[in-house]
């Protein structure tokens, strides 16, 4: 029977807070133990504009997983999402071994998958951005393309394409500043719509192409797959508050009212 350690997720949205802490085994098994919910104040669009009611609001959240879990959270994976994110498409490439030695090449190892994605990563972007997120899309050793998975396989050359996610250091700081207040450690950012792409989707759907849409409160997350890989990300800063914040002024009523008159008559 396998050792349960305990993880603990947040998703951030612009509407609502979700805390989750769940146990899981080295034998890849898992159970959710407290889930904890708070509304989101202090955020729009996915990017904070008042730490303080931020603060407030994850800890509401944290608290709640917590009483219904009984441990305490220590570190979090957080989910981010918001129009600072931006996707692109890159490709590395790298010689495997000494191909002089061989005239067919060396066996591929984790080592030169590695450097081939680091390849991938040599792109001039802005001191304020860093890379998130490196998704493989597809592998070409020599002459051969498609290829998902090229350890173990014979070559000279080895090329990635591969999807980059870039993020906004600022914006992540300022959640850094957040979980710091509360004594949290942040273990790694992750995109909230990849999380949800790997969660719902089969593989065949990621084989033969799917477009996943989450339209949530302040954004709409659109992640496209193709051929087993990320093609496209795009956060477009839209949400479900924009028809909420519509029919608030054209019948000139409160916030409150008109998300109730959206959910009971669509």
């Known amino acids: 029977m396998s050792e349960q ?9 612009t509407t609502k807070i979700v805390a989750i802490i769940a146990e899981y085994g080295d034998d890849g098994s898992f159970s959710i133990i407290g889930i904890g919910e ?11 504009v008042n730490i303080k009611d931020t603060i407030m609001s994850l800890d509401l959240a944290i608290k709640e997983a917590e009483k219904q879990s009984k441990y305490e959270v220590e ?3 957080v989910g981010i ?6 996707g692109m498409n890159g490709m590395g490439v790298v010689s495997v071994g ?3 030695n061989n005239s067919i090449g060396n066996v591929i190892d984790e080592d030169d998958k ?11 972007l802005p001191s304020e951005r860093r890379v998130l997120h490196v998704l493989s899309k597809h592998f070409k050793v020599d002459n051969r393309a498609g290829i998902e998975e090229p350890e ?10 591969v999807h980059l996610v ?16 509360l004594g949290i450690e942040i273990k790694a950012f992750v995109l909230e719509p990849l999380a949800s792409s790997y969660s719902i989707l089969s593989r065949d759907e990621k084989k033969l192409g799917s477009v996943m849409i989450d339209i949530g409160g302040g954004t709409t997350d659109v992640v496209t797959w193709e051929d087993g890989g990320i093609t496209n990300t795009e956060i477009i800063p839209f949400g479900g508050e924009i028809i909420t914040q519509d029919i608030a002024r054209t019948i000139g009523c409160s916030i409150d009212v008109a998300d109730n008159l959206k959910r009971k008559y669509g």
């Open 38 to 48: 708070s509304k989101s104040n202090g955020l729009e669009r996915g990017v904070i």
């Open 152 to 161: 173990g396989l014979t070559g000279s050359r080895l090329e990635a394409e």
């Open 166 to 181: 870039t993020s906004s250091r600022t914006t992540e700081n300022d959640f850094k500043t957040c979980f710091e207040e």
């Open 5 to 13: 350690k305990v993880i603990c997720g947040i998703d951030i949205g």
């Open 75 to 77: 570190s979090v994976f």
């Open 81 to 86: 999402s918001g129009d600072h994110i931006v």
């Open 114 to 124: 590695d450097r081939v994605l680091k390849s991938a990563q040599a792109i001039n």
């Open 98 to 100: 000494d191909a002089t």
